[in-house]
């Protein structure tokens, strides 16, 4: 059974930084390309950051220079890191593990921007 769990979301002041952790189990994680999304209220989910089986990263243009994601092959595991955290980042957060005819989804995390 193939299992996405995200961690380390929650209630960040403006100019904050959080790390979100998905691990994965029931994958052959090495194999995946890992993407993080997010999803605000009465939007649609969108690509955030990227990082390919071969450790080639992509972001979207909003968390270019804030944002880092990085992969742990040994712990399964996926991580984000957000500096700089913008009330428009407000949203859920959720893993994606990609490959030809295969993708799975976490359940997600919240992160509030807020002061």
């Known amino acids: 059974q193939v299992q996405l769990v995200e961690s380390g979301g929650g209630l960040v002041q403006p100019g904050g930084s959080l790390r979100l952790s998905c691990a994965a189990s029931g994958i052959i994680f090495s194999s995946y390309t890992m993407t993080w999304y997010h999803q605000a209220p009465g939007k649609e989910r969108e690509m955030v950051a990227t990082i390919t089986s071969g450790g080639s990263t992509y972001y979207a243009n909003s968390v270019k220079g804030r944002f880092t994601i990085s992969r742990d092959n040994a712990k399964n595991t996926v991580y984000l890191q957000m500096n700089s955290l913008k009330p428009e980042d407000t949203a859920v957060y959720y893993c994606?593990?990609?490959?030809?005819?295969?993708?799975?989804w976490g359940q997600g995390t919240q992160v509030t921007v807020s002061s």
């Open positions: 994606n593990a990609l490959k030809p005819r295969e993708s799975y």
